[in-house]
């Protein structure tokens, strides 16, 4: 997973992540293991892909082990079975590289404290359950199903960044990544398309920009616009 997803988030955005490590780690048995000597993970994301603000550190007594600790960086875990086995999606490399995207726009919120696309995103605190277990319990999933996007880390700034992300990787990608798990019905709200093309002049004039510096700007009326229709539904 690492070599096939990894390379296409260093080449969409070298200025986000030409020189962080990144680790992108197949679910099994074993990582779930080490998440759980992570004492308060604040768990983002479905389980066929995640990732925490703490994930990297979480991972590293296994990621050690198999030589591939180079520092602090993205981590997210990818659920390649259930991926495989899910109704409804794109041929799985690309469903998986879409799924990167989402999570590897988390990290991006990390790298800005101000930032409130992590804002807000107070889910519960894990104690250490198995990830599964934790995704099964009542309360957790009373929580999403109440919560709107902007609580649960997925408001206007992660979508901008998603947006510019998906946009890039899409130019250095020889398929098109036509799904990118960013707003959409699932979150009650517009289409992702439909946030990209209230993007679409931002989204060319600043393709070599940092994300994060994009997200220290105001965004296109257009765009704010959406988001606060849709927050009204
Ligand atoms: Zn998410």
Redesign the pocket.
Known sequence: MQDLTGPVLRKASPADFGRTPIYIVRAEPEVERFLSIGVCLRL??SNLA??TPQLDRSLRPYLESRGRWEGRGFACVLDTDKIQAAPRTPPWLEAAIGMVI??A??WLGYQDGANPATAGCEPGKYNGQHIDDLLRCPAWQAYYAKAPAAA???GAP?IRAACHLWHRANAVYPLPITRC?IAGENYGLSRPETYAAALATELRATANTPIVNILRTRPPEAFAELWKRDCQR
Do not use: A, K, L, V
Request: contains cysteine; glycine residues 8%; aromatic residues 24%.
């Open positions: 983002e994301c995640f990732t989402h999570e726009t988390h649960t880390g997925h992660f798990w």
